[in-house]
């Protein structure tokens, strides 16, 4: 059974860091290309980033690039995200997501992790 | 960049009823392109269909996608308790991807 359990979310307040960790099991995780997708509460799905299988690959949303950094750890069936420079506009929902590119479309979601940018 | 929308905001309708929801992009997507996602209260999003057309994995035959070019639309033939939810298309890109600001299916 695949899944995918993001944890590391928590308040911070504004200017400050956070690194989200999402696991993964039930499938070869180096075979899939990896996301990170975002919802403000009340809000609309965001994508974030991603990173390619290999790690050698990352793009970002414009709302996010230069802040965050996405990163990947095979070995250990592992998604990150280094959030810096936090403002509020970041709470939100934060899903890690696979994308299965035979599909073109992410196929398993984990269930979220919060992060509430607040002083 | 192609930016998706979505129509209507909302729509209130009675259980057994069909839904029609629209999803439109500012230019001319591929048809293997476009995804719609389903996310109930307090859910992940769950993948519904791809390739505009094809359901995925367990999603029952009363959901249906189509549409080409800029205009596509999933239906919805009988309303379930379950079906109450969000709705989001999705634009498949190498690089990055796109939402849909989302319709709300609402019980009437």
């Known amino acids: 059974e695949v899944q995918l359990v993001e944890s590391g979310g928590a308040v911070v307040p504004p200017g400050g860091s956070l690194r989200l960790s999402c696991e993964a099991s039930?499938?070869?995780?180096?075979?899939?290309?990896m996301h990170w997708v975002r919802q403000a509460p009340g809000k609309g799905l965001e994508w974030v980033s991603l990173i390619s299988w290999d790690g050698s690959d990352t793009y970002y949303g414009d709302t996010v690039k230069g802040r965050f950094t996405i990163s990947r750890d095979n070995s250990k069936n592992s998604l990150y995200l280094q959030m810096n420079s936090l403002i509020p506009e970041d709470t939100a929902f934060y899903f890690c997501?696979?994308?299965?590119?035979?599909?073109?479309?992410?196929?398993?979601w984990g269930q979220g992790t919060v992060v509430a940018v607040s002083s | 960049e192609i930016v998706l929308t979505q129509s209507p905001g909302t729509l209130s309708l009675s259980p057994g009823e069909r839904a029609t929801l629209s999803c439109r992009a500012s230019q001319t997507i591929g048809t293997n392109y476009l995804a719609w996602y389903q996310q109930r209260p307090g859910q992940a999003p769950r993948l519904l269909i791809y390739g505009a057309s094809r359901r995925a994995t367990g999603i029952p035959d009363r959901f249906t996608g189509s549409g080409s070019g800029t205009e596509f639309t999933l239906t919805i033939s009988r309303l379930e308790p379950a079906d109450f939810a969000m709705y989001y298309c999705q634009k498949y890109g190498s690089s990055s991807e796109t939402f849909g600001p989302g319709t709300k299916v609402e019980v009437k």
């Open positions: 997501a696979r994308i299965n590119t035979a599909l073109r479309a992410f196929d398993f």
């Open positions: 039930g499938f070869t995780f180096d075979d899939y290309a």
